[in-house]
């Protein structure tokens, strides 16, 4: 840590935007590569991309690779290389203010400067750094997928998840702080844990916990499975249809073996105990939060409207968002993404009668916004946040009458 520090600022800087041009051609790769209906070898990384003998190599530069197609047209017509091309740029921009952000002028602390300027916290602080820009990449390439198809894949969602999970375990820290406390010598950023801003309940580090950690990946691996559910014929004649696609998809029996291996994990790192299993807890308690808000607002929302109001990509990928932010985080980035969505949704049905809007993209807004506004949003929310049962009570009051809203524009109208 000493050594990265004694770099000179604009140094590393050059590096991240660098860095981050580089995870803006991972990006890419993905947004062509892993989409569901229409994958394409666009990236120069893609299989089937069009090779031009010794010039690969420059088509695989970040950024420049890019300006290197322009006059070409190896894979794109007119402009279509722009769009990659500001997504490296972006990406690269990003890691470097975001450093700028979190680690010089350190906006995400709750410490005073000049304790955090010592340099005793400034691990901590690269780690929350760089779980964020971890987070940053899968939510740029989540959003382009969305944007283009109105899908998610699994297969971006589900690695990010696991990823998030991961961390914690390794790291025992949140990706983002609670609060300071000081005793005679020292200065402490708490993490954001479960029952935060509350003291951590003990009860939580025995049975109880472990259950509650491996009952919320049980559900998570159940819900991964292919579903089906065709309600025309009763109850019964749906449940055999939908056990029965269960049984002969392949994909069933890679989840089922990745669930074993979870709920191990889980088990293990319970053992050990300490900060790795408070923060992996919380890390699973925010995946399990997260999904369950969204998945809340799919099924009132399809009884309401008759039909489906949210697609299941996005019950996933807030469900990897908590993993990476814990379920206080992801409630605010919960409830800022509808304000974005309905701007551009009262935007395409005036412009372009269009009903159907991909969210996941505003969910990762959402997620952005809250993240680099952590300190003054959780200031403000801390206070409430303290009658740790009244805040999921208040949250399930909000989902019913969203129902209810919802219930009514459809009466209103007509459909």
Request: some cysteine; hydrophobic content about 55%.
């Amino acid at each position: 840590m000493n050594t990265i520090l004694a770099l000179p600022i604009e140094l590393r800087l050059i590096v991240l935007f660098g860095l981050g041009a580089c995870v803006g051609s991972v990006v890419n790769w993905a947004a062509y590569s892993l989409c569901y209906f229409h994958p394409r070898p666009v990236s120069p990384w893609s299989r089937g991309y069009p090779r031009t003998g010794a010039a690969l190599w420059l088509d695989r530069l970040p950024l420049f690779g890019w300006l290197c197609e322009r006059p070409s047209g190896k894979v794109f017509a007119e402009n279509g290389w722009l769009r990659p091309f500001v997504v490296e740029l972006l990406l690269g921009l990003s890691f470097a203010g975001l450093y700028i952000w979190e680690i010089q002028q350190r906006t995400l602390s709750f410490l005073p400067v000049e304790i955090v300027a010592g340099g005793a916290l400034q691990p901590l602080l690269h780690w929350q750094y760089f779980t964020h820009v971890v987070l940053l990449g899968l939510m740029f390439a989540v959003s382009l997928i969305d944007l283009d198809e109105k899908t998610i894949p699994d297969s971006l969602t589900i690695p990010g998840t696991l990823t998030g999970l991961t961390f914690a375990a390794i790291s025992g820290q949140a990706a983002l702080g609670d609060t300071i406390t000081a005793n005679a010598s020292t200065w402490l950023q708490l993490p954001l844990q479960i029952v935060a801003p509350n003291p951590w309940w003990p009860e939580l580090d025995g049975p109880w916990g472990l259950a509650t950690g491996l009952f919320v990946m049980f559900v998570w691996c159940v819900a991964l499975l292919p579903r089906t559910w065709y309600g025309r014929h009763g109850w019964r004649r749906a449940m055999q249809l939908c056990v029965a696609r269960i049984v002969r998809e392949p994909v069933t029996w890679r989840i089922a073996a990745m669930a074993v291996v979870v709920e191990l994990a889980v088990a293990f790192v319970w053992s050990r105990g300490g900060d790795s299993w408070q923060a992996f807890l919380s890390a699973i308690v925010g995946l399990g939060a997260g999904g369950a808000m969204v998945w809340a607002i799919r099924v009132m929302g399809s009884l309401a409207l008759g039909r489906e109001a949210m697609g299941f990509g996005d019950v996933i990928l807030l469900a990897m968002i908590g993993a990476f932010l814990g379920w206080q985080p992801v409630l605010f980035a919960f409830f800022l993404a509808p304000f974005g969505g309905l701007v551009m949704g009262l935007f395409n049905y005036f412009s372009r009668g269009e009903h159907d809007l991909p969210y996941g993209p505003f969910l990762c807004c959402g997620a952005a916004l809250t993240v680099l506004n952590w300190p003054s949003i959780w200031t403000w929310a801390r206070p409430i946040f303290e009658f740790t049962l009244l805040v999921p009570g208040a949250l399930a009051v909000c989902l019913v009458l969203c129902g209810l809203l919802l219930r009514v524009i459809r009466v209103v109208r007509g459909y």
